[in-house]
């Protein structure tokens, strides 16, 4: 057979790329298909400055479907032996993933290296990431959420832009719903053209309102689910009320139309209701600068703290942490790229490429890293609560979830609402109590 030079130096190219590829130890990282553009970016480049210091290792980073609650394809994958290496995971979620068995314990890995880790990050990220006093995902990134308006459209309406200077505090919530009432524009058939505020739309989760009315949502030394706590409830109470003024159907339509029912919207940042004018209100967080520099680089708002009343100045935080899942072979060399993705240099580029707050604490007093817009956001922080860190986390969220559809709907009070959650809930969570 004969052969020639060109096809010679082929073949022996391939020989040699196989020989490397085959001399790398393999990782596998997956990533929420929840995660939005910025954020996904942010953590591949994480992964390719990681192989860039590391070529002994080769990082794949892959896209799956999944979302906060959802990890169903990563859990059969993990079951069946053809799971990734890492996962990035909603920390609030970790405490119910390593209870289910999903998570390597970090723990030895973490005495191993010889760091304090829970001294170099925030306290309420770190909370999140343990479970039974081990440590099963190191935190990303953070956030906090406030109140966005627009100011041209209170402008216009004439409406004192002072009401919402931070400085003054948090609005009380019967002013605030008389401010935006009255922005509430419908056409000729009496549908809504803009409505000034739908409180459950982005992020005004039931979490959002029950924090604002100085609820608590759950008893540690009890080992109690409190979704009837009296804040809670009011908090609840609130969205019951907005949505019977604005008459749900009416309002659902207008969600329908101009975003998604009930609350995040799947349609291009560019359509989303508070970029366009349809909505004078928000809330929502930091990482909404990421899409707004695209999407409304000339918006003109302001922020402000959450409506509350008595002044309670609240927010709550949540963010992602990077977990090592049951099964790898690879433990070291994943340890690795998790403290290089959840160190310093990963969440930089979290900071920079999806507007988000670090959990390290080292990067939060870094101010150069910040645009003046991040300030108050920052400053939210050491107030700002989380969704308890349960092994029943998962589960609360959506049942809470499925109160706040039913209570904006007004097919339910929220007592009854909240009243059905702790009796699914909480018989989970007592096979957790000691």
Known sequence: MKMNYKTLIAICSC??????????????????????????????KA???????????????????????????????????????????DRFTVAQRAAAGL???????????????????????????SY?????????????????????????????????????????PDRFKEIALKLNQTDSTGAYTRIGFVPWLEQGWGYTWGYAFGGSFFDFAGCKVTATDPGVVKGY??????????????ARTFVDTYWQWPSTGTLPPAQMPFFTGKVAFIITGNWVFAAMKDAAPNLEYGVTYVPAPNGLKTSWSGGWSVAILQGTKNVDAAYQLLR????????????????????????????????????????????????????????????????EESVITNS????????????????????FCK
């Open 15 to 44: 020989l040699w790329l196989s020989a490397g590829a085959y001399g790398q130890t393999q990782l596998k990282l997956w990533l929420p298909s929840s995660l939005d553009a910025h954020e996904k970016g942010a953590y591949q």
């Open 47 to 89: 992964a390719e400055a990681f192989a860039q210091k590391n070529p002994g290792i080769k990082v794949n980073v892959a896209v799956v479907p999944g979302s906060e609650t959802d990890v169903a394809k990563l859990m059969t994958a993990v079951r069946s032996g053809a799971g990734p290496d890492l996962a990035v995971i």
């Open 103 to 129: 998570l390597t314990d970090l723990t030895p890995l973490i005495k191993k290296e010889g760091k304090d880790l829970s001294q170099e990050y925030t306290e309420g990220p770190w909370q999140e990431v």
């Open 132 to 172: 039974q006093k081990k440590v099963y995902a190191v935190p990303t990134n953070t956030d906090a959420r406030v109140l966005f308006y627009n100011k041209q459209i209170l402008k216009e309406a004439g409406i004192d832009l002072a009401e919402f200077d931070p400085a003054r505090g948090p609005i009380a």
């Open 237 to 250: 109470q609130f969205l019951y009320d907005w949505a019977k003024a604005l008459d749900p159907q009416k």
């Open 340 to 403: 290089s993705v959840t160190g310093e240099e990963g969440q930089t580029f979290l900071v920079k490429e999806a507007a988000s707050l670090p959990t390290l604490k080292s990067l939060q007093q870094r101010k150069d890293l910040y645009a003046p817009e991040y300030e108050f956001f920052l400053s939210l922080l050491p107030v700002s609560k989380s969704r308890p860190p349960l092994p029943v986390g998962a589960l609360y969220w959506d049942k809470l979830k499925e109160a």
């Open 412 to 431: 339910q009070t929220p007592d009854a609402a909240l009243k059905a959650v702790v009796d699914e809930v909480q018989p989970q969570m007592d096979r």
